[in-house]
């Protein structure tokens, strides 16, 4: 680590604390370089334990199900065959559930219970010491989850139950590092913008050109963590295709374990180089009492500024609704490739492989296009951002159409999946880095882990209502298409409030210059 660095930081967000109206430190190219490998490093060892636990867990779960369950009619426990449709599993020690219902159940009580864990955090986040540690201790949770699993190879009811388990545990740590690591994007464009003594001499050009470069550099953060979480998977399902040549039944379980081991590692390495982010304000002296009440008083605080900073809140809901609908979405489409064409591991990887390989493109063509198209044709982040929430309501669409057995479309064919699976990761993967970057111009300096923890709390409060609806609605007909129609009507939603958005009367609501990015 270059100690020069480190004492270059220490110093600068001493003397921002300094002052009662902290002015942002100039940020050194080294600086970002090293922020830059931090994030990219952090995100990087998130990559395989994600990867493999949604891919290789959920694959598992599908295939114990299949074991463990009955076709609807057949007496419990007598299996499905490969070919079915429909499977009904054991659930809460009593009755069952379509198996995809199954999953859907399983997602909202990690959300409900994600929910709940996330306020607390949000609510103290922003005046405790040890940001980056707490991002990291989490992150190295993270991958102590994945240890156990390649042990679970059985194909019986307790080997189903203990990995829906993990399944619940492991999203909720992540859900947990969502929270901290939404903090380092917004700290690295409070550095890159010149002391306030300083930009109050100069032309508002001037002011406006180095708004616009902490934008630039936030995008720069925004993609090498994005690439970084991308090139993960993308490494873990090189690996896993590997192993399916020696061990094609359990390479998934196997390099779950080992990816687990390689984020412990990784992360540790990413600790140093991540930036370290202070609290704007301790609560030195508070009580036990005040600590408990502080998340309550945050987020009550944080309810009146929806009327002092509407834009946010505005761009804000959208991107809930949207992610809320894109998860829900992603379960229907992930279990109808399953049933439809009944992949091997390898084919599974491969259709997994999709995602992260057209996200890493779409994220780093997307940094170096957006300033040509800004210059050209007046494209904002916002006008971005609305582009592929249309995106994705066009893909629920087509797959809605397939509701009619009569038509002969609607991911039905091996090609939709794949060729819908990579429009969809285009779109999600811009849309994460444009909303983190924007958002971070809509709310007051300090309150990064309050704001984007709000976003982490709504969606974990919301997400389980899509979940819940959907799920009765496959089990009553056995029809899994049909949540498609419900996600293309909320993905459209999400365009019409983002239409609606000013951001830059968002920005100097919250302080900052605004630069029509």
């Known amino acids: 680590m270059d100690i020069s660095v480190e004492k270059e930081e220490i110093l600068a967000q001493n003397s921002t604390s300094a002052t009662s109206v902290p002015p942002a430190s100039t940020l050194s190219r080294k600086q970002l370089r090293r922020y830059e490998t931090g994030y990219f490093l952090s995100t990087f060892s998130i990559g395989p334990p994600f990867a493999s636990f949604v891919t290789y867990v959920g694959f598992q779960l599908q295939n114990i199900g299949y074991v463990v369950g009955h076709a609807p009619g057949e007496p419990p426990r007598s299996g499905c065959l490969a070919t079915a449709t429909s499977c009904r599993v054991p659930f809460a020690g009593s009755g069952d559930v379509n198996l995809t219902s199954y999953i859907l159940y399983l997602n909202s009580i990690i959300y409900a219970l994600s929910g709940g864990l996330t306020l607390i955090v949000s609510g103290i986040g922003d005046h405790v010491d040890y940001q980056r540690e707490q991002y990291v201790v989490q992150l190295v949770i993270y991958g102590i989850l994945c240890l156990p699993v390649a042990s679970l190879k059985g194909s019986d009811l307790m080997t189903f139950n203990t990995l829906s388990g993990l399944y619940v545990v492991f999203n909720i740590i992540g859900f947990l590092a969502g929270a901290w690591m939404n903090i380092f994007i917004p700290f690295v464009m409070h550095r890159s913008e010149e002391p306030s003594p300083a930009s109050s001499q100069q032309p508002s050009n001037n002011s406006e050109d180095i708004a ?66 202070k609290p704007k304000s301790r609560q030195e002296g508070a009580t036990i009492r005040e600590w408990l009440m502080l998340p309550l008083t945050t987020f009550s605080l944080l309810f009146r500024q929806i009327w002092e900073y509407p834009e946010s809140f505005k761009y804000l809901l959208a991107y809930t609704v949207y992610n809320d609908t894109l998860f829900a979405f992603s379960s229907v489409t992930s279990q109808l490739f399953n049933l439809n064409i009944r992949p091997s591991l390898r084919e599974f990887t491969y259709y997994s492989l999709v995602q992260p390989v057209s996200a890493i493109i779409s994220a780093t063509v997307f940094l170096y296009l957006r300033p040509i198209m800004k210059n050209h044709i007046g494209m904002t982040l916002r006008h971005w951002t609305i582009l592929c929430y249309a995106i994705s309501c066009f893909c629920a669409l087509w797959c809605a159409i397939g509701i009619s057995p009569s038509v002969t479309i609607g991911f039905k064919h091996r090609w939709e999946f794949y060729f819908f ?77 983002t239409l609606f958005v000013d951001e830059g009367k968002g920005m100097r609501q919250a302080g900052y210059e605004s630069t029509g990015d």
């Open 421 to 497: 699976q990579a429009l969809l990761s285009v779109a999600s993967s811009i849309v994460g880095v444009a909303f983190k970057v924007l958002f971070s111009r809509l709310f007051p300096q300090g309150s990064e882990i309050k704001f984007f923890g709000f976003q982490l709390v709504l969606s974990l409060g919301t997400v389980w209502v899509p979940q819940i609806v959907n799920g009765p609605i496959v089990d009553a007909t056995n029809n899994l298409r049909l949540p498609a129609a419900i996600s293309s009507v909320l993905l459209l939603f999400c365009v019409v409030v």
């Open 212 to 277: 616009r470069k902490a934008i630039n550099d936030g995008m720069r953060m925004g993609v090498w963590g994005a690439n970084g979480l991308s090139a993960g998977q993308i490494a873990l399902y090189a690996v896993s295709i590997g192993l399916t040549f020696v061990s094609g039944a359990y390479a998934g379980l196997y390099t779950t374990t080992a990816s687990g081991a390689l984020c412990i590692v990784i992360s540790l390495i990413a600790w140093r180089l991540l930036p370290a982010p």
